[in-house]
């Protein structure tokens, strides 16, 4: 079972990093967000250079990458960095939908982590000397709850690009 969860990493960090289109379309949603735009404002949006209009965090940089289909894969970066690091639980992607006049960004479950969270009472009753991993629920709260707030940055540059407005981080201060 170890072995098989160990591959199942591996394969999820592959995917991760050959950003297989695939990959990020698939998986349950965690973090779903809608902005809703007219056609103008869709038909002139771009999303090229997401990450300059990020925040500057203390956590490892989000990159983003464009698809075949014309959306957007966004994860943490894995480029070594000073910022903290924690458990990714979600993998994104910003999608337009020109028929339903929005922008939508999805957080979608880490395969590695749900397969975890489900084997984790039989690991613990099979084997009693593993009870310290049922501390993994709590760092995969830990960790949604820093991405949670972190997409939701995702979502306000993005809606700053529908509505043509400058980054938030560039605006004067009132």
């Not at 289109?21 to 999303?47: C, E, M, W, Y």
């Not at 924690?86 to 395969?111: A, K, N």
């Not at 310290?132 to 690009?161: D, K, T």
Request: charged letters at 20%; one cysteine or more; aromatic letters at 12%.
């Amino acid at each position: 079972m170890a072995i098989a969860l160990i591959a199942l990493m591996l394969i999820e960090l592959l995917l991760l990093l050959a950003w297989v289109p695939l990959f990020f379309r698939t998986g349950i949603v965690l973090f779903n967000q809608r902005i809703a735009a007219s056609p103008d404002d869709l038909k002139h949006l771009s999303l090229g250079g997401l990450e300059r209009d990020m925040p500057i965090e203390r956590w490892a940089r989000l990159s983003f990458r464009a698809l075949a289909d014309g959306s957007v894969a966004f994860r943490e970066s894995f480029a070594p960095g000073f910022g903290g690091r924690y458990f990714p639980l979600m993998h994104g992607q910003i999608v337009v939908d020109t028929r339903r006049r929005e922008v939508r960004v999805f957080g979608r479950c880490s395969w590695f982590a749900l397969v975890l969270a489900v084997l984790l009472v039989p690991i613990v009753l099979l084997r009693p000397v593993a009870w310290p991993m049922l501390a993994v629920p709590s760092l995969f709260c830990i960790g949604y709850h820093i991405q949670r707030r972190r997409y939701a940055n995702v979502v306000e540059a993005v809606r700053a690009r529908v509505r043509n407005e400058f980054p938030w981080q560039f605006k004067a201060p009132p």
